[in-house]
């Protein structure tokens, strides 16, 4: 509480700085300052939102964009500090180390490697169509962008939340190199570097390079253990080639290996899968203290029981090694039309390890959970949406996609009440899937003005998706006891004897019968839409209203399961978006502001869902919830009340509701959710920043600066704020409303010095400097429930060379 108060005064008094600066623009300003501000306004970024570069203050639609000064201000380096920059921009961490998006409320909260977000993400233009792809793509950038609401006509389906889009910094015209070094608690080094010039009179070449190291950070609170060191390094070369005075390509090869430990989890709740013989483990479990660093896990397997062993467990454990190459190519037809042609491969692979229960115990853990996705894009599309003074702007094109994501994952339960003599002690299960997915997309999009302040916008995207499974779930114990147990229902539920043999399917069909791999194809097609007119009343303004359409494609889970009815596949999802906006400089462009408000009409969101089983009792399945809405308002502001002062701040309300949905919650219960919030979307945001800047007598600079994160608090599931742990005398909880994540205030601070000639930097900086509690997911897995925090006060010092 005492942190809370802390953090609230830091915001009282970035608002009282900033109502105290604004009277005194009422006085004359020196002539040097009016020309500054004028030259160079507040807060004013070139984006791509439209495929094309224009300024941020001249998109009709929701932008939040962070150019390197930004990124490099306020020490963004890694994707949650992103998200904690965007107020309506949510990022949780799975069990599975699958990063969940969710923007405006929308989101799609699945933890296996082959299912579209609700966000999508792009380097370049070139897609990253599966979370995990972009893991380290945040270094070496010109800027990120970030796209509020529907964003399917532009970039695609599985852009109903919104599109973040990173764009790399380009080889230039004169050879530059530079470096970054931080060092920081747990003794982190974190260092980049770039070397950047031209090859040829007609080719150019930037080598760009990211690593870290940091020792463990997280402390067992049950034994003197420790997890959590980090270990990655990525690495990205583009090369651009003028070919002619018409035609020019650019090759972007990138990739990262990551060998970094998984996060591991606090265990908050212990609920016997057997509440009538729970086993001591359920009973005994120990929950997790309320400190950042603590958490508990698994350090060996079962010897010789099952795939774990003392050197294969769920002790997290990370490999993650992704690829991906882009080559674009830009040919103008005419001195005004330009074809452009990008060819997308991303590549990833991955043997991990994830202990799911947050104990020491094999409650539920997943020793292997390997992975690879083969991933072609192809986008072919005509424009002359980049010439300057046309009056009708237009873009035409197609694309195609295909992807291949294998995945195993190996869940192990020998401590579980779930493993006892009516399931044949079955102790570990394994799900094996394999999905081949096409897309086939065309797209019209255009700009026309009627007069110099009016402006309508239109554009449309038909997309045909098929996205073929194959799930087998097997037993490769050496005990071939789950073999035995489904033979066994085969016999008793099917009337039919089905010999099962280490590798065969084992999940129930329509029949009882085990034995046949599911194989499901799922056919979905969409259009998606929009329109909008923007109206700038003078140069300074504009104001926009926008109605849109996206879509999200069907999922299938990745799951053991019993039966083959839990594999069926969630529908695609829509979103049709109702927009207005405003955006306008003030006072010789000193002050920046833009505002928005929304209504989105969700339909068929996809969650997680629960079916309950008369065997294997409460399972996850993929679901879709009819109906719900969000209604938002959105603010942004920006102020250099003086020379070297610059104010910022960003809110955003939501009011998220689901009309129609009823259900089996995570306890068992059916439930009408009808009247409930949805996950990850708090009612008010906040983020806040002071950047101070004073010039010396020598011409260097220095600069002091902190900003604040705040969240109201939020569900992880569909209204979890409502939902209480049963009190049947075995289950055992922190807080039996389990689901509900408390609201917090981050606080972070940064001070410098910028020698003469801006070459050389160098800098102290804290993150979450008063070490606030702060949950960023909680998970329902099997019989317990777990959450995953935030990271704790971390500080250190930086140095950044420049060479030009």
Known sequence: MRNIRRTVLVASTAMGLAGIAQPAFAAPAPAAETVAAAEAPVGEIIVTANKRSESISKVGASVAAFDTTLLDKRS????????????NLALAPSTHGTPVFTLRGIGFNSDSLGVYPAVSLSLDQAPMPFPVLAGHSLYDLERVEVLKGPQGTLFGQNSTGGAINFVAAKPTKELQAGFNLDYGRFNEVHGSMFVSGPVSETVGMRLAIDAMHRDDWQYNFTRDD?????????????????ASDRLKFELNVNGSVDRSDPQALQIIASLPSNPAAPTPEELNAPLAPRNLRAANWSNSGRRGVGTQSDTESARPRGNRKIFQAFLRGDYNVTDTVTLTSITTYNHLKQNMAFDLDGSQYELVDNPRGDGTIDDFNQELRISNASAPGERFRWTLGANYNHSKVNELQIITYGANSLS???????????????GRMDNYAVFANGEYDINDKLTFKAGIRYTSSKNKNRMCGSDTTGDQQLSALFRLLGNLLGGKDIPIGP????????????????????KEDNVSWRAGLDFKPSSTTLIYANISRGYKAGAFPVITGATQEVFKPAKQESVTSYEAGVKTRLMNNAISLSGAVFYQDYRDKQIQGTVNTALFGLLQRLDNVP????????????????????????MSYLKTKVDQYSGITVFGDQKDFAGSRLPFAPSWSLVGDIDYRVPTAAGGEVFVGAGINYRTYQDAYIA????????NGVNRWIDRTA?????????????GY???????????????????????????????????????????????????
């Open 754 to 804: 910028t020698f003469p000639g801006d070459k050389l930097t160098i800098s102290a900086w804290g993150k979450n400097v008063f070490n606030t509690f702060n949950v960023q997911n909680k998970i329902s897995y099997n019989n317990i429930i777990t959450q995953a925090t935030g990271m704790p006060a971390t500080y250190g010092v930086s140095l950044k060379v420049r060479f030009k």
């Open 420 to 434: 006892n003599a009516g399931t044949n002690f079955i102790h570990e299960s394994n799900v094996q899937n394999r």
């Open 503 to 522: 590798g065969d399917c084992i999940s129930l069909n329509a029949a009882n019968l085990p034995g046949d791999p599911i194989n499901i194809t799922l």
């Open 76 to 87: 963004i380096v890694r994707l949650d500090e992103l998200a904690k920059a965007v107020p």
């Open 627 to 650: 109906k719900s809405h969000i209604f938002g308002v959105e603010a942004d502001v920006a102020i250099r009340p003086t020379a070297g002062l610059t104010l910022s701040g960003s």
């Open 226 to 242: 420790k997890n959590g060191e980090q270990n990655y390094i990525a690495a990205r070369l583009i090369t651009d080639w003028q």
């Open 720 to 727: 979890g704020s409502q939902l209480q742990i049963p009190d």
């Open 739 to 751: 689901f509900r994540i408390e609201g917090y205030a981050l606080v972070d601070a940064r001070m």
